[in-house]
């Protein structure tokens, strides 16, 4: 896989997660493809990629990767999400997201995410439900994307 960051634009879909971090980016023509370059926001104090930025662009990645397959896109929470850190990467390096689909159910979506810098440094395993609006069927969901 080509780490080509001519081939990636800022992520535009509204997540103040993202937004707080900043740096993250879409592929042009592959929805199943995303990157960012390890900064100052996403490393920890030793300015290695924190495990918990990982873990926060997965479910977002895999969360948005699986809602689009649909249309209109669906509404999803998250109701689990595994990371398996197997390396990391330093500040200044790119970082390449390849999400993939693993189950599109009606009541479950799920799906993985492999990190890539010059090996695969993790991976993050999802698993979605439909979002049901605030005060619905059981009160304690919220109708929000991941």
Avoid at 95 to 112: C, F, N, S, W, Y
Avoid at 125 to 141: H, I, Q, S, Y
Wanted: proline share 8%; with cysteine; aromatic share 6%.
């Amino acid at each position: 896989m080509t780490h080509e960051r001519s081939l990636f634009v800022p992520w535009d879909r509204p997540s103040p997660m993202l937004d707080a971090i900043g740096g993250f980016a879409r592929h042009v023509s592959d929805p199943l493809r995303a990157g960012f370059t390890v900064d100052a926001p996403k490393t920890n104090a030793r300015g290695l990629l924190h495990g918990g930025v990982i873990a926060a662009i997965g479910d977002v990645a895999i969360g948005y990767a699986l809602a689009v397959r649909s249309d209109p896109p669906a509404g999803l929470v998250t109701v689990n999400l595994s990371c398996d850190l197997l390396g990391t990467a330093r500040a200044g390096d790119w970082v390449d997201v390849l999400i993939t689909p693993t189950r599109a159910g009606r009541r479950l979506a799920a799906g993985t995410a492999t990190f890539t810098s010059t090996r695969v440094i993790a991976h993050v395993t999802a698993l979605f439900m439909p979002a049901v609006p605030v005060g619905g069927p059981t009160g304690d969901r919220a109708a929000v994307a991941s």
